[in-house]
């Protein structure tokens, strides 16, 4: 087999014997630790899909002469149905990857993955210049590389690649920025995760520069060092379209006297678990998710007009918001909060509501309470916490009970409605008689 195709086919090879492995049902086969003599394992890996290749080490095969394809070798890559690689486990030279990846142009591979990878050294990427390749995703996890600052003249040849990479994703690997020059190469981007990172602050600045992702569309920051609410805001206000924007899990506090307008384009909106005590505004007025759970909110006092869903588990809510500030809200989410009861009369009243998840609550089991409950968990809206996660924490009688149990019969929850009417009929009897 031309060296070239088994270096593209399998970058994992070992001293150590291994095989590959091919589940013809998912069409995914994942080779292990393959060496010399157990290439030819690789051959029944043609017909997957995705190919993963886990452990290896490539120093060795540095110094391989790798030579231009030969027209049945080019012809062979190209009717392969591979469109996932994954590598995984792997000493990557950089040099070696500069040489190889030019011939997945011959793919038609979309997608690829290394797994807790290091890349050693620098590669010579000329022979890049001005090739395009297939591939529009492109992750890396759990990485070590050189540090891209000062490397953006080195990786300008790949740049006829990248402005048409669409899906680019660097999580867990340590980055504390990216810099301003790649950021611009990137002009067909749609998406970028750099969660479960090193990303600061001070970071986002350079990284979110103008002119740089100019198409990006979701945006995961989740799990980094972000700090300031209003420093993050104005870092990504030079993104035009931008709908998607995750920032859970970090610990951001806000400058009360301070206010920023996120990117009108903004959909959808994760800031769970930030260790905010308010929902601050102003928030893009076409919101349409907007997820604050696990946070320290003591009351949510927002109208927005366009948003569908609303996540607010976790937090120390005593009521329920309104939902006529949410004329087109669709699903709430309200668990595990101290709220005592849930506002009925509103909710039956929005009829696209469709789902309300509120268990967990230390519900006030008086007949309003229950009843409403009762009547909300009838129409199927309460989904599966109903009725295992509803309990009663008042009255006394009632405690630890579950709320579908309690009684809300008329005669029992609203005396006067049927005294009155008794009274009525014994009122006429006495006239009659008389």
């Known amino acids: 087999m031309n060296v070239a195709v088994l270096l593209l086919l399998g970058l994992g090879l070992l001293e150590a014997e291994g095989r590959c492995f091919f589940n013809r049902t998912q069409e995914h086969c994942v080779c292990y630790n393959l060496s010399q003599e157990s290439a030819g394992s690789i051959i029944q890996c043609l017909a997957a899909t995705v190919v993963e290749f886990r ?7 540095v110094a391989f002469p790798i030579s231009d394809l030969d027209p049945s070798t080019i012809e062979m890559l190209g009717s392969l149905v591979i469109r996932k690689i994954i590598f995984g486990d792997l000493l990557v030279p950089e040099i070696l990857l500069a040489r190889v990846l030019r011939f997945f142009s011959y793919t038609q591979v979309k997608e690829l993955v290394f797994e807790s990878c290091t890349f050693e ?87 979110f520069c103008k002119g740089a992702f100019p198409q990006l569309q979701v945006l995961s920051l989740q799990r980094n060092n972000l700090t300031s609410y209003h420093g993050v805001c104005e870092s990504l206000q030079l993104l035009p379209e ?47 998710v907007l997820d604050m759970s696990c946070n320290h909110l003591h009351t949510v006092d927002i109208s927005l007009s366009s948003l569908k869903k609303l996540f607010l588990s ?18 709430l989410h309200l668990d595990n909060n101290s709220i005592t009861e ?27 309470g229950a009843g409403a409950l009762q009547a909300l968990g009838g129409t199927g809206r309460l ?4 009725p295992q996660g509803y309990t009663c924490r008042s009255p006394l009688h009632y405690q630890g009970r579950l709320v579908r149990d309690v009684p809300v019969s008329v005669l029992r929850c609203d ?10 009929v014994l009122a006429l009897l006495g006239v009659a008689g008389a």
């Open 342 to 368: 849930l506002p009925w009369e509103e909710v039956k009243l929005l009829r696209q509501l469709r789902v309300v998840a509120a268990a967990g609550n230390p519900y006030n089991c008086s007949c309003a």
């Open 121 to 207: 050294g620098t590669g010579n990427w000329d022979e890049m210049a001005g090739q395009n390749l297939p591939i529009v995703s492109l992750h890396f996890h759990n990485v070590t590389s050189a540090p891209l600052t000062g490397r953006e003249e080195d990786l300008s040849s790949l740049s006829s690649w990248l402005e048409m990479l669409q899906e680019l994703a660097v999580t867990g690997s340590h980055v504390t920025s990216l810099p301003c020059a790649i950021g611009r190469t990137f002009r067909a981007l749609r998406s970028l995760d750099v969660a479960q990172n090193s990303l600061g602050d001070e970071g986002l600045m350079p990284t």
């Open 242 to 288: 931008l709908q998607h924007l995750d920032l859970s899990h970090n610990k951001l506090l806000a400058a009360p006297s301070s206010s920023c307008q996120w990117p009108a384009s903004l959909r959808t909106f994760n800031l769970s678990d930030t260790g905010l005590d308010e929902v601050l505004t102003p928030l893009p007025p076409s919101l349409e």
């Open 383 to 386: 989904g599966e916490g109903w």
């Open 314 to 331: 976790q937090n120390m809510l005593q009521a329920a918001p309104s939902v006529r500030n949410y004329p087109t809200l669709d699903t």
């Open 415 to 424: 005396r006067a409605a049927v005294i009155a009417p008794v009274c009525v």
């Open 55 to 61: 452990g290896g080490e490539l120093q060795k095969y």
